[in-house]
């Protein structure tokens, strides 16, 4: 089955900085990756998946963004973050040809002061 | 646009009793159905799913009834337990659609 990997596991971060949070799995090929954020008291928002190498869907405009430099690993970057930005960064995996589960990582906690 | 909705945020219940959450769904389209516990700090894990085929799936305590004429779904708990104390959320997917729409979540407390 697979793991996934994330870090750093809590990050705080001035407003205005560059932010890079790295997720890596193992234990499946080609698999579908995810990033959510849950902001406090709120539900889980997909921000960006992806199918495959350098293919980056995003759901929602914002100051982030993607990239997946290879099959297993997928980045989540900004080149200056807003207080907004704060929350629990989710990255998640779905084994490409599979029913809809999706299978989490431990969570980055971001706080941006 | 929530596709799915999750009232009730919070529930406390008694050890041994029952624990129902309830899922309601907008998007017609969706035939896969899911519920996440999560803890704090933590990731979600994946507890139960539900094809829309069926109307009843069962795994030991944990059941999920889905009624499709109704766009709604719960997961009952029996007996509940203090580690059952999490967020629950509902997922739902459509065939071909790489995404889970999410609910909102349930706070489940279980008082000892």
């Known amino acids: 089955s697979q793991t996934i990997h994330q870090w750093p596991a809590t990050l705080v971060q001035p407003v205005g900085s560059p932010l890079s949070l790295e997720c890596t799995v193992e234990g499946t090929s080609n698999p579908n990756l995810y990033w959510y954020r849950q902001a406090a008291g709120r539900g889980l928002q997909l921000l960006f998946y992806?199918?495959?190498?350098?293919?980056i869907s995003s759901e929602v405009p914002q100051n982030l963004s993607a990239s997946r430099p290879q099959d297993r690993q997928f980045i989540l970057s900004s080149k200056k973050l807003l207080l907004s930005d704060s929350g629990f960064y989710l990255c998640?995996?779905?084994?490409?040809?599979?029913?809809?589960?999706?299978?989490f990582g431990p969570g980055t906690r971001l706080t941006v002061l | 646009d929530q596709q799915v909705k999750q009232n009730s945020p919070s529930l406390s219940v008694q050890e041994g009793r029952i624990s129902i959450l309830n899922c309601d769904y907008t998007?017609?389209?969706?035939?896969?159905f899911l519920w996440y516990k999560k803890y704090p700090a933590e990731g979600p894990t994946f507890l139960i799913s539900i094809s829309s085929i069926k109307d009843k799936n069962e795994d030991g305590r944990f059941t999920v009834f889905l009624n499709k004429s109704a766009k709604h779904l719960s997961l009952h708990i029996v007996p509940s337990q203090p580690g059952d104390s999490a967020v629950y959320f509902c997922a739902a997917s459509a065939r071909g659609n790489n995404r889970l729409a999410f609910g909102k979540g349930n706070q489940v407390v279980v008082i000892p």
């Open positions: 992806s199918v495959g190498i350098g293919q």
């Open positions: 998007n017609s389209m969706f035939d896969y």
């Open positions: 998640a995996c779905r084994t490409s040809g599979t029913t809809g589960e999706q299978f």
